[in-house]
């Protein structure tokens, strides 16, 4: 299902009560020399449904991605860094105000964020930056308006950096790809679909090959379009103290993976580059999540981070990635297209989720499950030759604790929640997840439901209106 833009057209959005600019210098922060020399440009690249699977950098040898390769390279690159959700506005919001997805009263798909926020962008405002916003927007207006410039094109970079003048900027790119409907024509030469990769949780036929053939061409033209700017970025002799950061906002748009919690849904790729700060080529392994982000910006620019955000600063680990220590993410899933109320913490090597609804299937997001891939799974549903792994998608009633070992089973296949091995580490797990919940605010699934317009089933969506949220 398309997803709004809130009609946003190329304007300087003014001065809102918000977002009257302090003039006056802040200090850069202690990080070295480089970095207290001025404030860093931040420079933030965001893909529309791209799983940290699909990138040559992340492992993937048959998709085409240079660009991105080559900034993983001259940076930092995460190889566990996590998404709070898996839904596209939620996750959005929650990255710019650096809180929680049930933290912000935003929790759904195409709900706006609520007016008593202030995000990254506005605390970088007041305090002098000059902030942009380009392509998807789809935050709400009390997100916009805390932007200076805005243009839904990719070419007025150029524009944005002349507007900046010798201002500090934060620059939000937020592309349109991968996203669904895909385009045809688009890159020069597209991939063979006898050499992508297909879970095994999806089915093998020459659809899904397509399917997953075109999403792979979709990543490889906004792999261009990063190329473009950050070669404008060098161009304009700005590179050197700009904090480029490339992430995704969930998982491909695929079955089993957008709209989930597993790592097919929330982990992201996630890149840092800040030359002669970031030391190069260096590959995290540890836990990140996203929430971190907006305090790391604050921080980087001066700014005291306001004690609302739940994140946490990893500013200094950015110097020192062995530093970096997060014992465990968190991610959750609400109503996208359907109702869900699932909760789940990743550690290093396992992964707890919390079902609610667990007498209903899993409710996929209307994009996917209008995707020939679907359609190539529920037709051998329907014909009973689904395999064990291909089930899990449409099993009723659902187990209400899932327990990975991700470092054994990468697809996150086999539930280990009946083992009595690991009951206590599940126990473990789950006192992990019910803190979270304590110390965030998170509400019981009873108390914000919203009726769903895509049958969970067949993937038919039945409605184009959102229902409205009841026992709020």
């Not at 860093?40 to 992340?58: T, W």
């Not at 094109?153 to 669904?180: E, I, K, S, T, Y």
């Not at 790592?263 to 190069?280: A, E, M, N, S």
């Not at 989720?353 to 209008?370: E, K, M, R």
Request: proline fraction near 8%.
């Amino acid at each position: 299902m398309p997803e709004h833009n809130h009609g946003l057209t190329r304007r300087d959005f003014g001065r809102s009560a918000l977002a009257t600019v302090a003039a006056a210098a802040v200090g850069g922060v202690a990080f070295g020399s480089k970095a207290n020399e001025k404030r860093p440009n931040i420079l933030v690249l965001v893909a529309d449904d791209a799983g940290a699977r699909h990138f040559g950098c992340y492992g993937n040898g048959s998709i085409r991605t240079p660009n991105i390769d080559r900034l993983s390279e001259q940076g930092l690159m995460a190889g566990k860094a996590m998404l709070t959700t898996s839904q596209c506005s939620p996750s959005r919001i929650s990255i710019l105000t650096g809180r929680y997805p049930h933290a912000t009263g935003a929790e759904d798909l195409h709900m706006p964020m609520p007016g008593r926020y202030t995000t990254v962008a506005g605390h970088l405002r007041e305090a002098g930056y000059f902030t942009g916003h380009m392509q998807k927007a789809h935050e709400g207006p009390h997100s916009d308006c805390q932007f200076g410039w805005y243009d839904p094109g990719l070419g007025q970079f150029p524009a944005f950096l002349d507007a900046a003048g010798q201002r500090a900027f934060f620059l939000w790119v937020a592309f349109n790809d991968p996203h669904r409907p895909y385009q045809d024509n688009t890159i020069a030469e597209s991939h063979e679909p006898a050499l992508v990769t297909v879970p095994p949780y999806m089915a093998d036929t020459p659809e899904t090959r397509i399917d997953i053939a075109r999403y792979y061409d979709e990543i490889s033209r906004m792999d261009d379009a990063i190329g473009r700017l950050l070669g404008e970025l060098e161009a304009s002799k700005l590179a050197e103290n700009t904090l480029v950061v490339l992430l995704s906002d969930n998982g491909a748009p695929f079955p089993r993976e957008k709209g989930t919690v597993y790592d097919g849904g929330v982990q992201t790729p996630l890149i840092l580059r800040w030359p002669g700060v970031v030391p190069r080529a260096v590959r995290h392994d540890g836990l990140m999540s996203v929430v971190d982000l907006a305090p790391t910006f604050l921080e980087l620019a001066g700014i005291e981070v306001p004690g609302d955000m739940q994140g946490e600063s990893i500013a200094k680990g950015l110097q020192d990635p062995a530093s970096l220590r997060r014992p465990a993410a968190y991610s959750e899933r609400n109503w996208h297209d359907c109702d869900e109320h699932i909760r789940s913490v990743r550690t290093d090597r396992y992964r707890l989720i919390h079902n609610a609804y667990i007498a209903l299937p899993f409710g996929s997001p209307a994009d996917v499950s209008a995707s020939p891939s679907w359609l190539a799974l529920y037709q051998r549903k329907r014909a009973g030759q689904l395999t064990e792994e291909q089930r899990l998608l449409f099993d009723a009633p659902r187990p209400e604790i899932e327990f990975y070992d991700t470092e054994n089973d990468p697809w996150e296949l086999e539930n280990l929640a009946a083992r009595p091995e690991h009951r206590e580490a599940i126990a473990e797990h789950f006192a992990l997840l019910q803190e979270w919940r304590k110390t965030t605010g998170d509400f019981p699934p009873e108390r914000r439901r919203r009726a769903g317009y895509v049958d969970r089933v067949t993937g038919v969506l039945y409605s184009l209106d959102v229902p409205p949220m009841f026992n709020e």
